[in-house]
């Protein structure tokens, strides 16, 4: 996933014509964001912010019964970075989603406004198996009958 995020500069770069370029990524190494600033590389990040890294939380739980240093928290509470404050801070749109309904008028926003942009958007540190859905634990752990939710709850109220 934090390569992701460089390579939609580059694919931007090399293909100038494309009209949009979008990420879909969780945490990640959001430094690139400088140079989108810089160079004003209309790329849109939406970050699945679920207050973890998640599929390192799952891969813990499944193996050693925690979630030691993967699922944020602060005085005992669900946290995380409000990453579009960040991208902000760097020079790039932000806008952080705490509700589905928001998230389409903030992503036509984002195509709409032709500069680099960051949704961050809040959501459950919960996979919902759906047709297509692969089971990271099947790559990590294969014939084993482990599990990936990493939480017995919702990370964020």
Known sequence: MRDLVSHQLVAYLEHRGVEHVF???GHTNIAV?????????????????????????????????????????????PYSPDYAAIARAYGVDGVRIDAAAEFGPALERAIASG?????????????????????IMDIYSPGKKVHHVSTAGPVHA
Do not use: S
């Open 23 to 25: 990420g879909l990524c």
């Open 33 to 77: 964001l400088a140079t989108a600033c810089e160079e004003n590389i209309a790329v849109v990040w939406v970050v699945m912010n679920n207050g973890a890294f998640g599929t390192i939380a799952g891969r813990e739980m499944a193996h050693y019964g925690t979630t030691f240093g993967t699922v944020f928290a602060r005085d005992g509470k």
């Open 115 to 135: 500069r680099p942009c960051v949704i961050d958007v809040i959501m459950q540190n919960e996979p919902v198996p759906t047709a297509g859905h692969w089971n």
